[in-house]
């Protein structure tokens, strides 16, 4: 898993695109930005709550300081760190 911990800014807004129903959860940086691997469906907020959950481990902060602002049903999310 990536270590994202640099940008654990208060205010920061951290862009991504998730990947539903993968392998395996992951976060990785890729050249055009965070991509997000989560075994769970898209459904009910599921993969949300997984993609949350997983960049608070990554960022190394509680997943409820984590919003989510943008992308509520679409693959690119936009988290802001409070």
Do not use: C, W
């Amino acid at each position: 898993m990536s270590d994202l911990s640099h940008l654990a800014i208060p205010g920061t807004e951290i862009a991504l695109r998730v990947t539903p129903k993968a392998s395996r959860n992951e976060i990785r940086v890729a050249e055009t930005g965070l991509r997000a691997y989560v075994t769970v469906v898209p459904e009910d907020g599921k993969a949300n709550a997984a993609v949350q959950k997983l960049l608070a481990r990554a960022l190394g902060v509680a997943k409820t300081r984590l919003t989510l602002i943008r992308g509520q049903t679409a693959r690119d999310k936009v988290f802001r760190l409070d």
